[in-house]
């Protein structure tokens, strides 16, 4: 089965670039994704990666993906104060229904970004 | 991006009660939705996958008696939970497929007294 698995807690100074890790276990995903939670509210889609690409840059955010070590990360360039939330790194079940997209989720790593 | 909403965005009810939340894809279509749970500080539970048109499907653990599902059309699914009691208080997120993003609604905070 798939299992993600994600740093509990990073503490960054506002302007430093925040790194958040993930690794999965299931080679066979398609998509992987990054998902942020503010408190009280849902999840925002922040970016998402195809397992055929290495990187992926958007703006202020660039993902890179391993597929040899199952690795994902996400770079938050100039990380202010409105980046503090929780960030989840997610799956997409390869075995779900045709256009489900059914996710695994990691636990979330919280971000604090200190002033 | 797509949006997807959730009603009500809070509740607060007695024991025993029933409570309906419902979600809806406002701008897209979803054969499929899911049903999660979010205790504090935790990750999303998945609980249920939403099908239109047939049975949910529930995860290992989730009571379907307890949490019952309709998807009712394209852009509507709603989870019905039957004679709340304390421990059912969580926050419960949906979200819907639009090929290749899954979008979360904003989730509802259920306390049951």
């Known amino acids: 089965g798939e299992d993600v698995e994600q740093s509990l807690f990073l503490s960054v100074r506002e302007g430093d670039s925040s790194v958040i890790n993930c690794t999965y276990t299931d080679s066979s995903s398609t998509y992987l994704y990054w998902y942020k939670q503010e408190p009280g509210a849902g999840l925002q889609l922040l970016t998402y990666i195809f397992s055929n690409m290495d990187m992926k840059q958007d703006q202020r955010l660039t993902v890179l993906l391993n597929k040899k070590d199952k690795h994902l990360s996400l770079r938050i360039a100039d990380t202010q104060t409105g980046d503090s939330a929780i960030y989840f790194c997610a799956e997409a079940d390869p075995y779900s229904g045709a256009g489900s997209y059914q996710l695994t989720f990691g636990k979330g790593t919280k971000l604090s970004v200190i002033p | 991006g797509a949006v997807v909403s959730q009603h009500p965005s809070r509740v607060i009810c007695k024991s025993g009660t029933s409570v309906k939340i419902e979600c809806r894809s406002l701008?897209?279509?979803?054969?499929?939705m899911f049903w999660y749970r979010q205790f504090p500080k935790q990750s999303l539970m998945l609980m249920a996958t939403s099908n239109e048109g047939s049975k949910a499907t529930y995860e290992q653990g989730v009571e379907k008696d307890k949490f019952l599902i309709n998807h009712a059309s394209l852009t509507l699914s709603t989870l019905t939970v039957t004679s709340a009691h304390p421990e059912d208080s969580s926050f419960y997120i949906c979200?819907?497929?639009?090929?290749?993003?899954?979008?979360f609604g904003p989730g509802t905070r259920l306390l049951v007294l």
């Open positions: 979200s819907a497929p639009l090929a290749p993003r899954q979008y």
């Open positions: 701008d897209f279509q979803a054969t499929t």
